[in-house]
């Protein structure tokens, strides 16, 4: 562009400087690789949402438009997790800047990439009491890489700027440097006129040109990588962020694979499904050398086992701000794991060791609430027991195993941080299936909006399938807001599979657990809610099914896919 400042629409007025710079920082954003962008709509942030419309209108950009700025933020991780590019949120100031903050940590924890993109009042107007303004500068801490911007006053160079520094967050965000990625906010100050015709002049120019280079990045991280021979009782546990390498590690080691059902190594010849029952054996199952990749969070068997005396402990990062070490106890921390002289997995020797760890989950998990019945049950047994397996009540395990039953490469699971995915993790099978759980930070918050951002990413890939949620009921009341589905999106084929069992029944596996039925434990660790799902989903526009009966919990998982909520009440 030759200058900063278009004519206005035609108008001859010309174009205000916020709409200019705002209209090139997200041009170039877009150029640079951002598919979504997440607008909550508001005054100070305005030429930032009109932009944000103008790009879509061109077809550069998937435009979501949420009320409510914490669910704008999930929606966003959820985006990025599944189209793996940063995603942009636009915010107003004040309060909805800081309803960003839980996904931001969890970003941060997580390793996801997001441009934060907040409108704040200029310089003079800060620190006097002006309406709807705060410290929105280092509001974050350090959970993001943050620039606090001043406002455009429409001079020479500010495009080029805006461009540069949508550049440089992007590169940021994406880890470029060698890091994880990570969120990123831009805090951009503006002043009145807010908004003006003339963004499309902008963005057209801006898209017509070549991206702008990013900055250097001022750390480069160098990546480590440690070496290991195959030994004798080495066990392999994958967390959050593990992924196929972690199965990979395992076979070449010749080593039982210990995989939560989030980690994306869940599959494979050496996994081992009731690893928590075999660690709770040390004697006949001893483990002297230990290969972390990711960060495991399910299970108190491996904290146990990771604070033994005697094993040996090596890491190996998964995304994320920190290094998985919580007992301080590990020998080394590592990017990636070599085994230069993998075994031979037809080794007789090679396959009794892990042979003999696989049986023994087998027989530690048993056959489950699913079990079907014997086909050579004589006079008509067999029958009799199919219809009784059809009619019976659905418990927490064969709620579990029935949603994994239904999911498949194609498909999406999304797990929420309720007893359902301790379930899910101490019972199923290997599956190559994708998994996500915001196990960043663990928090009941955001999952159903993290799960409508994978299903839509994945949806605007042209990816088939469905997304599953499995979430508690204080999970889907939490994330309630996430429901609504404004006009002129893509309606997601999702299904929210609600474990109803009428509270936080997840704190009777910890101490407090041993005041189960109290009066204060029911009142304030439990909390049960009494609100009507059907009602909620109406509300909402949702499709609602519910299921009592394990017949009718698998008619209902392979039934429609548009938005639905499959309400399983629990016993409690």
């Known amino acids: 562009m030759s200058s900063p400042i278009a004519e206005s629409g035609g108008t001859g007025a010309p174009t205000a400087p916020a709409t200019v710079f705002a209209a090139a920082m997200l041009a170039e954003l877009v150029r640079q690789g951002v598919q979504h962008i997440v607008v909550g709509p508001g005054s100070r942030s305005q030429a930032l949402a009109l932009a944000a419309a103008e790009l879509e209108a061109t077809g550069a950009v998937h435009l979501h438009v949420r009320v409510d700025e914490r669910v704008a933020g999930f929606l966003a991780l959820g985006l990025a997790v599944e189209s793996g590019a ?60 943050s620039w606090d911007i001043p406002a455009p006053e429409g001079g020479d160079g500010e495009v080029e700027e805006a461009r540069r520094l949508a550049a440089r967050a992007v590169a940021t965000a994406a880890g470029v440097d060698g890091g994880s ?7 951009l100050a503006l002043r009145e006129p807010l908004s003006s015709p003339g963004a499309d002049a902008v963005i057209d120019a801006v898209l017509g040109s070549e991206p702008v280079a990013a900055r250097p990045p001022a750390v480069v991280h160098l990546r480590v990588t440690a070496e290991l021979d195959p030994a004798p009782d080495t066990l392999v546990v994958a967390g959050a962020g593990a992924g196929a390498r972690a199965e990979a590690i395992a076979r070449d080691l010749g080593a039982p694979l210990a995989a939560e059902v989030g980690s994306g190594a869940r599959f494979g ?162 599956k190559r299936v994708p998994v996500h759980a915001n196990r960043g930070l663990a928090g009941i918050d955001g999952t159903i909006a993290t799960a409508i ?75 049960p809610q009494p609100i009507d799902v059907a009602a909620l989903a109406a509300a909402y526009g949702w499709d609602h099914v519910r299921v009592d009966t394990r017949g009718g919990l698998d008619q209902a998982l392979t039934a429609a896919t548009g938005p639905t909520i499959v309400h399983v009440p629990l016993p409690a």
Not at 403 to 409: K, S, Y
Not at 459 to 479: F, I, M, N, P, S
């Open 269 to 430: 010849p050496n996994l081992v499904v009731g690893y928590r029952a075999l660690l709770r054996d040390p004697e006949g199952f001893p483990v002297r050398r230990v290969v972390v990749v990711g960060r495991p969070t399910l299970s108190r068997e491996v904290g146990a086992l990771l604070a033994r005396d005697g094993v040996d402990l090596l890491g190996v990062r998964g995304p994320g701000a920190e290094d998985y070490d919580p007992g301080r106890r590990m020998r080394r921390i590592v990017d990636e794991v070599v085994v230069p002289h993998p075994v031979d997995p037809r080794d007789p020797t090679v396959r009794a060791r892990v042979g003999r760890w696989v049986a023994a989950s087998r027989a530690a998990v048993g056959a489950g609430d699913d079990t079907p019945p014997d086909p050579d049950a004589p006079d008509g047994a067999h029958a009799r027991a199919e219809l009784a397996a059809v009619r019976a009540p659905v418990t927490r395990r064969s709620l579990a195993e029935a949603v994994w039953r239904a999911t498949w490469p194609h498909d999406r699971l999304i797990l929420g941080a309720s007893r359902l995915i301790r379930e899910l993790d101490g019972s199923v099978p290997g």
């Open 86 to 145: 940063p995603v942009v949120v636009v915010t107003t100031s004040g309060t909805a800047v800081a309803n960003l903050h839980p996904a931001a940590l969890e970003a941060h924890h997580q390793g996801v990439p997001l441009v934060l993109l907040t409108g704040d009042r200029p310089e003079e107007l800060r620190g006097v009491g002006a309406n709807q303004t705060t410290t929105q500068p280092g509001i974050f801490a350090s959970a993001v890489a």
């Open 453 to 527: 951002g994978i299903a839509q990413a994945s949806q605007a890939a042209g990816a088939a399938g469905t997304t599953r949620v499995l979430l508690g009921d204080l999970a889907l009341l939490h994330d309630a807001g996430a429901l609504a589905l404004p006009p002129g999106e893509t309606r997601p084929r999702i299904q929210v599979v609600v474990g109803d069992d009428g509270g936080g029944s997840i704190f009777e596996l910890l101490e407090v657990g041993a005041q189960r039925g109290a009066a204060a434990y029911e009142r304030v660790m439990r909390t």
């Open 181 to 187: 990625p990570r969120p990123v906010h831009l805090n």
